[in-house]
C-alpha cells in the first residue's frame, strides 16, 4: 500500500511499472483507492476526536505535530528518504489499532449522545407541535360551534318576519350571555390557577425538606437512572430482535407445517383410495376363491360321471345285427299296436261323451217332471 502512494524509482533509474501487466495495474489502482478510502474516513474521524478533545486555538499545531500525518516541506512535497527509514517512521508515526479502536468507541459514544440529544430535541419539539395543533383544532372546533350557534340563534333565529332583519334586542343578549360565560370560564381557570399555584408551594416546601433531610435524588442518581434506563433499552431491543427472529422462525415453521400438512392429506387420500381398493380386491379374492371352490366340486362332479362314463364305455359290448334286426322289428309291432289302442281308447273316449252328455240330459228332464208335479201338489194343498 504504501509503494501504491508513493512510487520510487531503482537505483538503474528503472520505473518497476512498466513491468506489470494493465490487470495488474487497474487491480493495483483499485487497492490504492480503497486504501486512500480507508485512511480519508480515519483521518477524518482523528481530525475529529482532536477538535473536540484539543482547544480549538490549537488545532492547527496539534494536526501538524500529530502522529499519522506526512510530513512535509515548506512547498508541500514529500521528503525522499530511503525505503527502511520510510518505513520505520510510517510504523512510528501511525496509531495501532488498539488506539485505532479506543478514538472510534469515543466517536461511537459521542455520536450516540448525539443521536440521543437531537432525539429529545426533535420529540420537544413534536410535542411543542402536537400541543399547537391540539389548542389550534380546540379553537377551531369552539370558532365552528360559536359561528353555528350564532347563526342558529342570532342570523336565522332573531330575524324579524315583518322586516327581516335581526332583532337587535336579541343580538345584544346574546353577546352578553357569551361575555357573562366567557367571564365565568375566566374566574374558574383563575381559581383553578390559584390552586394549582398552592400546590406548587406545598410541592416546592416538600423538596426543600427532602433536601434538607437527605433525601432528594441528585444529578449523578438521574444520571444513573438514565444508564439503566439506557441498559434496559438495549436489552428490549435484544429481545425485540429475539422476537422477531423466533417469529421468522414460527413462520417458516407454519410455512413447513402447512406444506407437510398438504402432503399429510394428500397421502391420507392416497390411503383411503388404496384402502377401498384393497377391500374391493379382497371381496373380489373372495368370491373368486367360492367360485374356484365350486368350480372344483362340479369338477369332482364330472370328473365322477367321466369315470363311470369311461367304465360304461369300457364294459360296453355292441349286440348282434341280427339281434338289432328283431328287437326292432318288435319295436314296429309294439308301436303298430300301441296307435291301435290310442286310436280304441280315443273312440271309447267319444263313446264316453256321448253316453254322459245324454244322461246329463236324461237328469236335467227328471228334475223338471219332479219340479212340476211337486208344484201340482202344492197348488192343491
Known amino acids: 500500500m504504501e509503494d501504491a502512494h508513493s512510487v520510487d524509482t531503482d537505483t538503474t533509474g528503472e ?16 487497492e490504492t483507492i480503497r486504501a486512500n478510502e480507508v485512511l480519508l474516513a480515519e483521518t477524518n474521524m ?30 508541500g512535497y514529500n521528503r525522499k528518504r530511503s525505503k527502511s527509514k520510510s518505513h520505520t517512521l510510517d510504523r512510528s508515526m501511525k496509531l495501532n489499532a488498539e488506539q ?50 350564532f347563526e342558529r340563534d342570532i342570523v336565522k333565529g332573531s330575524v324579524n318576519h315583518r322586516t327581516n332583519k335581526v332583532i337587535a334586542e336579541k343580538c345584544m343578549r346574546y353577546f352578553e350571555d357569551k361575555l357573562r360565560a366567557r367571564d365565568t370560564l375566566i374566574e374558574k381557570l383563575r381559581l383553578k390557577n390559584s390552586t394549582l399555584k398552592v400546590q406548587k408551594k406545598k410541592l416546592m416546601l416538600q423538596l426543600k425538606q427532602k433536601e434538607e433531610m437527605g433525601e432528594v435524588l441528585h444529578e449523578v442518581d438521574f444520571n444513573q437512572l438514565k444508564i439503566e434506563n439506557q441498559q434496559y433499552l438495549e436489552k428490549i431491543d435484544e429481545r425485540n430482535q429475539d422476537l422477531l427472529r423466533l417469529k421468522l422462525m414460527a413462520g417458516n415453521t407454519l410455512q413447513v407445517l402447512n406444506s407437510y400438512k398438504k402432503k399429510l392429506h394428500t397421502l391420507t387420500m392416497e390411503a383411503e383410495r388404496l384402502e377401498s381398493e384393497i377391500s374391493s380386491r379382497q371381496e373380489l379374492q373372495s368370491r373368486i376363491q367360492n367360485e374356484t371352490q365350486l368350480v372344483e366340486v362340479e369338477r369332482a362332479k364330472a370328473e365322477q360321471i367321466n369315470k363311470r362314463l369311461r367304465k360304461q364305455l369300457a364294459n360296453f359290448k355292441v349286440p348282434d345285427v341280427m339281434d338289432y334286426v ?56
Not at 513491468?19 to 487491480?27: E, I, R, S
Not at 482523528?46 to 512547498?75: M, Y
Open 100 to 149: 485505532k479502536c479506543d478514538i472510534a468507541q469515543r466517536e461511537i459514544e459521542e455520536l450516540r449522545e448525539d443521536i440521543e440529544r437531537m432525539k429529545e430535541e426533535s420529540e420537544k419539539v413534536l410535542d411543542t407541535y402536537k400541543a399547537i395543533m391540539e389548542e389550534a383544532d380546540m379553537r377551531l372546533s369552539e370558532m365552528k360551534k360559536e359561528s353555528y350557534e
Open 326 to 381: 328283431a328287437e326292432k322289428a318288435s319295436l314296429y309291432d309294439i308301436q303298430k299296436k300301441v296307435k291301435s289302442w290310442e286310436r280304441k281308447v280315443d273312440i271309447a273316449e267319444m263313446a264316453l261323451r256321448t253316453h254322459r252328455k245324454s244322461w246329463t240330459q236324461m237328469q236335467m228332464a227328471g228334475s223338471m217332471g219332479s219340479a212340476t208335479n211337486w208344484s201340482g201338489l202344492a197348488m192343491e194343498v
Open 15 to 30: 520505473d518497476p511499472l512498466h513491468d506489470l501487466t494493465d490487470d495488474q495495474l487497474y487491480q493495483l489502482v483499485e
Open 46 to 75: 482523528f481530525e475529529k476526536f482532536l477538535n473536540r478533545v484539543e482547544p480549538r486555538d490549537a488545532g492547527t499545531g496539534s494536526l501538524a505535530s500529530t502522529p499519522g500525518l506526512g510530513i512535509r516541506d515548506d512547498k
